[in-house]
């Protein structure tokens, strides 16, 4: 934990010691309704204290991350009349997710941006989209990922560690880059790609014959410069603004895995606050969820032309024969037995049967 994190940690302490507590809701996840307890707030909507909260996310601020938090920052504000204000950090400069969630926890940081996929350390239960080659289009993930019952699962684990879960969206699909070509499965085996720190993912890229390194994305581009990793998956918008593309010239359309992304707010925040102002942290996620896709869509589509322009090829998978077909047979028991050890298999075989469109009904 660097100074800079500890100086700047300590002054939210102090900060937020100053916050003034109204009667909660019961912090149950689901949306200000189902989390309301009957209770009510002992101030009236005029006499509501100004509450400021604080958001952490990973990424530059031209992130998808990055339009997010300004969304969401300036959704609360027009929503609350200003009563709520949000200060946001990016960078991580609170920290890595790992550590940023954890703060969260504690009320330390009152709202995060972060992967499931990237807390499944913490929250294990978040391994459940970590099955990959599931999907044929990205409609066809959108959605499986609004399914209700898959959400209050995941609220449910995410409660667990004193945090809420807000409306999941998604940042597209997780695209393979390479420092080198690839013409076959065989040109793939062999090569080291970077991981999250995430157990399930280091089980499907090994049985897929590659070799892992998990680190932080932070750390990524010095070790694509020094060559200690051939290759990274993340959405094109993320491998642009973080110019991975400057050191790897070769992009794919693996659509491996739907990057879910995730905001969660400390419980401790969250029962801290008057019913009318978690509706609208609540009503401000949700809209947050509405217009992410289109945005998404038009990011990542924008930087992959950018980068075409820069030089990088696409390497389209779909036009290997067999490629993607191999790449599904060989994961999905590795990712399945994995996961499903943390998930259990209903939930998981909920998620996995969605690819068919077969899922269960609530």
Not at 51 to 68: A, F, I, K, Q
Not at 102 to 111: A, H, L, M, S
Not at 207 to 232: F, P, R
Not at 271 to 281: I, K, N
């Amino acid at each position: 934990m660097h100074y800079k994190r500890v100086l700047i940690l300590l002054l939210l302490l102090l900060t937020g010691c100053q916050r003034q507590p109204a009667v909660s809701a019961s912090g149950v996840p689901g949306g200000p309704t189902a989390a309301g307890s009957g209770q009510s707030s002992p101030y009236s909507s005029s006499e509501t204290p100004p509450v400021n909260l604080v958001l952490s996310y990973s990424g530059p601020e031209t992130s998808v991350n990055g339009w997010w938090a300004l969304q969401y920052k300036q959704l609360v504000e027009q929503l609350s009349g200003g009563t709520i204000t949000i200060d946001v950090y990016s960078d991580s400069i609170l920290g890595s997710d790992l550590e940023v969630v954890r703060d969260c926890q504690y009320g330390t940081v009152d709202i995060q941006i972060a992967s499931p996929s990237a807390l499944v350390t913490f929250i294990p239960e978040a391994a459940v989209f970590d099955v990959p080659f599931l999907f044929q289009s990205l409609e066809q993930a959108r959605a499986a990922l609004a399914d209700p019952v898959l959400f209050r699962y995941l609220s449910n684990a995410y409660e667990e560690k004193e945090l809420i879960l807000m409306p999941l969206a998604d940042q597209g699909f997780r695209e393979l880059s390479l420092s080198q070509p690839i013409q076959s499965l065989t040109d793939l085996q062999g090569l080291t790609i970077r991981c999250l720190y995430n157990e399930h993912h280091t089980a499907f890229w090994q049985a897929l014959g590659l070799e892992t390194v998990s680190m932080d994305i932070a750390d990524v581009y010095l070790a694509l410069q020094k060559g200690g990793i051939q290759g990274e998956e993340n959405p094109y918008a993320q491998i642009h603004d973080r110019k991975f593309y400057e050191l790897q010239k070769y992009m794919t359309n693996s659509d491996h895995l739907l990057f879910v992304g995730g905001m969660h707010i400390s419980k401790a925040t969250w029962d801290s606050l008057s019913s009318d102002d978690q509706e609208t942290l609540w009503q401000a996620a949700e809209e947050c969820r509405m217009i992410l896709p289109d945005y998404v869509d038009q990011a990542n589509e924008q930087a992959l032309e950018q980068m075409s322009r820069e030089g990088i090829s696409l390497i389209d998978f779909d036009a290997i024969p067999g490629l993607r077909a191999q790449c599904r047979a060989l994961t999905y028991e590795a990712a399945y037995e994995s996961v499903v050890a943390v998930t259990g298999a209903e939930i998981l075989d909920r998620w996995c049967s969605s690819a068919a469109g077969t899922s269960a009904p609530e």
